[in-house]
Every structure is written in C-alpha cells, then in structure tokens.
C-alpha cells in the first residue's frame, strides 16, 4: 500500500468519524457524562444501604437486556447468546470472589463498600458496545436480522451484565452472612 492510499484511507476515516459525531444526538453524550460520573463517585470507599448499592448493578442489567429485546427479539439466538453470556460471566465473577471486599455494617445498617474502578469501566464497556452497535444498525438496519451480529453484541451485553448481577449479589451475600435477620432493606 502507497503512502497516498494510506492518506486517503485515514482521511476517509476521519471523514466518517466526524459523520458518526455530528449525527449523534446530544443526549447520549449526556448519557455518557452521566455514566462517567457516576463510574468516578464509585472509585471512592463509601457506606451505602443495600437497597442503593445493588441499584446500579441490576438497572445496567435490565439496560443490557433491554437493548437485547429491543433491537435482536426476534432473533432467538440473541436472547439465548445473552443468558449464556451472563450467566457464565456471573459464575466466574462468583467464582472469582468479586465484591468479597464489601462489608456489612450491623450498626449503621448499611455497607461498606470498597472504591473501585471496576463499575467504570463496566458502564463504559456496555456504553461502548451500544454504540458501536448502534451506529451499524443506523445505517445499516437489515444488520438487526444478521444472526452473527446479533449474537456477538448479545453476548457482550449478557457478559456485562453478568459481572454487574455478580458485584450486587455480593452486596447482598455480605449483609445475609453478616447478619441474617433483621436487615433494613
């Protein structure tokens, strides 16, 4: 390849880029500096009830699932891609002990939970794989039907998702082996 070929090829992809930015509503870049927020308060140590603490988790989840439905239902390979995806993930984080450093505070009611970058980095992985999903299906929408397309980006957000469903089930086994009864939810 020729030093021109390879110019052209980067100012076409610049032109693209600039094309996919343009065209991108505003608000998921709002969504995304929501999501930012949000990933950078969770690298600091905090105490939070269990209620608050498992939030998260379960809403990106149901997000991840929602993106599945929305766009693959009915490409059943897509829903399946999605539970085998999170729940092997959900086993392995199990099985890596991920959340073993939450803490149930019996006094306060509440726990305590270690800073990490992990929720960032989880939200952005999913923020990322739907939007470079969606900017396929944009323009492309016959790709919605494309078995293997809808398989990959399923697979994804069920492995996403099963990491998130695993540190909020660490919430609640922290507080239910710390004090199985009596709990303020």
């Known amino acids: 390849m020729s030093i021109i070929e390879i110019s052209a090829l980067r100012i076409r992809a610049i032109i693209m880029f600039i ?15 929501g999501l930012v927020s949000i990933g950078v308060s969770q690298t600091q140590p ?17 997000l991840s699932f929602y993106g599945v439905v929305s766009v693959f ?10 539970a ?13 002990r991920v959340g073993s450093k939450v803490r149930w505070l019996a006094a306060e009611q509440r726990l305590l939970v270690p800073g990490s970058w992990v929720p960032l980095m989880l939200m952005l992985g999913l ?3 739907k939007f470079g999903a969606n900017v396929p299906l944009a323009t492309h929408p016959d790709m919605s039907i494309d078995g293997l397309f809808a398989g990959s980006v399923s697979f994804a957000y069920g492995a996403f998702s099963g990491i998130f469903l695993a ?4 919430m ?11 709990m303020a939810y």
Do not use: D, K
Not at 21 to 33: D, I
Not at 50 to 55: K, P, V
Not at 73 to 82: C, P, Q, R, T
């Open 46 to 62: 905090r105490h939070r009830t269990l209620r608050a603490a498992t939030a998260i988790p379960v809403a990106m989840a149901a």
């Open 127 to 129: 923020f990322i794989i």
């Open 73 to 82: 239902s009915h490409e059943s390979f897509a829903l399946v891609a999605w």
């Open 172 to 182: 609640w086994r922290a507080a239910l082996q710390a004090e199985p009864s009596g």
């Open 167 to 170: 540190r909020g089930l660490a």
């Open 19 to 33: 094309s996919i930015r343009q065209q991108t509503p505003h608000g998921v870049w709002w969504l995304l500096a």
């Open 84 to 96: 085998v995806a999170m729940l092997a993930a959900l086993a392995i984080s199990h099985a890596a």
